[in-house]
């Protein structure tokens, strides 16, 4: 009887394994090249000083035009999924989901909590976020933060989860979000 029914688990194992599926979501992210997973080792969310350049200090002494209730979301398990509410690939630590009633999209953002958190990386976070995507959860006061593909990508922004964040109108962009490397420029 054991037999029978190991050769009827192997059967069932090899005729699945033909056919094709439905492909679950973790794996296709997985298969893209493009995206690469965050590691999950400690990554410091703790504060480093960083020196401020001028429009930085500004920002940091100015009113907060909102203050907003902020949540963390990812690409992979039920997070981000292609691109925001734009048509852009989402940018990590710099995309923001707001509801446009409240927060313009298109709208540059500088979230001084996060000037000097440390990155998965190794870099400085400069504060520049910009309101790009929209939520079906985004509602009033709300604001998510997109942290970058897998989990292990919150780890870095986690302090900020469920906080209340003070945010100042920096200006306007076009286009897409800028990458890391053009962002605070």
């Not at 009887?1 to 190991?6: D, P």
């Not at 080792?41 to 020196?51: N, R």
């Not at 001028?54 to 979301?73: I, K, T």
Request: glycine share 10%; net charge negative.
């Amino acid at each position: 009887m054991i037999g029978a029914s190991a050769a009827i688990a192997m059967l069932w194992a090899a005729v699945s394994s033909v056919t094709s599926g439905p492909v679950p979501y973790n794996d296709v992210v997985a298969a893209d090249q493009v995206r690469t997973e965050t590691p999950a080792a400690i990554v410091g969310s703790e504060e480093v000083e960083t020196a401020l350049n001028a429009e930085q200090a500004e920002l940091m002494a100015s009113d907060p035009d909102w203050r907003a209730s902020a949540r963390l979301y990812h690409a992979g398990g039920g997070g981000a999924t292609g691109n925001d509410s734009l048509g852009c690939r989402p940018i990590a630590m710099r995309t923001v989901a707001v509801d446009p009633r409240v927060i313009p999209r298109r709208t540059k953002l500088f979230i001084r909590e996060t000037v000097g958190m440390r990155l998965a990386d190794g870099s400085i976070h400069d504060g520049y976020w910009y309101a790009s995507d929209t939520g079906g959860a985004i509602r009033g006061q709300k604001i998510d933060l997109f942290t970058g593909n897998g989990r292990g990508s919150m780890n870095q922004a986690q302090r900020l989860n469920m906080r209340t964040l003070t945010i100042v109108d920096a200006g306007d962009f076009d286009g897409c979000p800028p990458a890391w490397t053009t962002a605070s420029n």
